[in-house]
């Protein structure tokens, strides 16, 4: 019923808004009625779909069997219009590894043009999110491009309340307090808006980089939740709608190392969106120049594509493979 498919580590469930109906959920017959209607059927559709099945849970594993649930299509021609619902219920405004997931899912079903398509994902947030995505191959890998377009920065961007602006590297980021609370080494954040909101924490060495099994537990898993989720399962602060988590780190020329914990899901092994915002960030401090970055992250690496313009950016890509899972 629900097919599964992994990319970088990130797993997402993909199921069709018919075969919900069919499997007894109230889905309304389009997806921007589905986004206002969400408290009624999120929960439902995420238990029916990313539980584990009885006695099947691995032991150590996340409490779902996925990151996430793509709902959709809606349409048999694009544009293609999706919900990329997290398995705390809510939903998405847009998810890099989700969206090349679907995009996968769409070319198994013989949907995906080969000159591509536009994908609109709808939420409770505001209007819909659209992405143009298309078929392409890097480095002998299937796949996808993203334009995610241009990125936003600063506290405005992403609607952070409170925010003290400090120094790094001659430029001018962000002090999160609740941040600097969980470890005094977290001082210098940016945060970034792609479509969704991010906010990428910057350190100066590798190693110091938290991991996924440090962010899971406590007191990290608290404060973090706090931080990241809306509420009422999060704080919402500083940013009453929440936002996704990095810390990134520079190991070289055009290559950057990152960590994630994302709002609705919690420490990830890696996301595509979270990878374009590390990117972004890491070119508003002068630690990679525009052009090709790599960021890599537990579950892989993601190439990005920055584009400059008179000294901002204009545009971001992002190349996103998948396979299924069976």
């Known amino acids: 019923m629900t097919q599964f498919f992994d990319a970088r580590g990130n797993i997402y469930g993909v199921i069709s808004p018919q075969t919900l109906r069919d499997s007894g959920?109230?889905?309304?017959?389009?997806a921007a009625q589905c986004a206002l209607s969400r408290p009624a059927w999120s929960q439902a559709a995420i238990a029916l779909c990313c539980d584990w099945p009885e006695g099947e849970r691995p032991a150590g594993s996340k409490s779902h069997r996925s990151d996430g649930l793509?709902?959709?299509?809606?349409?048999?021609?694009?544009p293609f219009d999706v919900?990329?619902?997290?398995?705390?219920?809510?939903l998405a405004e847009r998810s890099g590894n989700g969206l090349t997931i679907f995009s996968q899912s769409l070319l198994e079903q013989a949907l995906m043009p080969a000159e591509g398509a536009l994908l609109r994902v709808y939420h409770d947030k505001g209007d819909a999110v659209e992405t143009s995505v298309k078929p392409a191959e890097v480095d002998g890998v299937r796949g996808f491009w993203l334009d995610l377009g241009q990125p936003c920065f600063g506290p405005s961007a992403v609607g952070a309340q409170t925010v003290e602006r400090r120094e790094f590297n001659g430029h001018e980021v962000s002090h999160v307090a609740p941040l600097v609370q969980l470890d005094p080494a977290w001082q210098h954040s940016q945060f970034v808006r792609i479509g969704?909101?991010?906010c990428v924490t910057l350190?100066?060495?590798?190693?110091?980089l938290p991991s996924n099994r440090q962010m899971g537990e406590s007191p990290w898993a608290e404060g973090l939740t706090r931080i990241?989720?809306?509420?009422?399962?999060?704080?919402?602060?500083?940013?009453?709608?929440?936002?996704n988590l990095q810390w990134a780190a520079r190991e070289s020329a055009q290559r950057i190392v990152a960590r994630v914990f994302e709002r609705g899901e919690g420490p990830t092994a890696s996301s595509g969106t979270s990878a374009s915002a590390v990117a972004c960030a890491a070119w508003s401090v002068g630690w990679v120049a525009s052009g090709a970055v790599q960021v890599v992250m537990p579950g892989g690496t993601a190439p990005v594509l920055l584009e400059q313009e008179r000294g901002e950016l204009v545009r971001v890509r992002l190349f996103g493979t998948a396979r299924s899972m069976g």
């Open 83 to 90: 919900l990329i619902v997290n398995t705390d219920g809510t």
């Open 70 to 78: 793509l709902i959709g299509p809606f349409q048999s021609a694009p």
């Open 228 to 243: 990241a989720y809306a509420m009422p399962v999060g704080a919402g602060q500083p940013c009453p709608a929440g936002v």
């Open 196 to 198: 969704n909101p991010h």
């Open 203 to 208: 350190l100066t060495d590798v190693a110091a």
């Open 25 to 30: 959920i109230d889905l309304p017959i389009d």
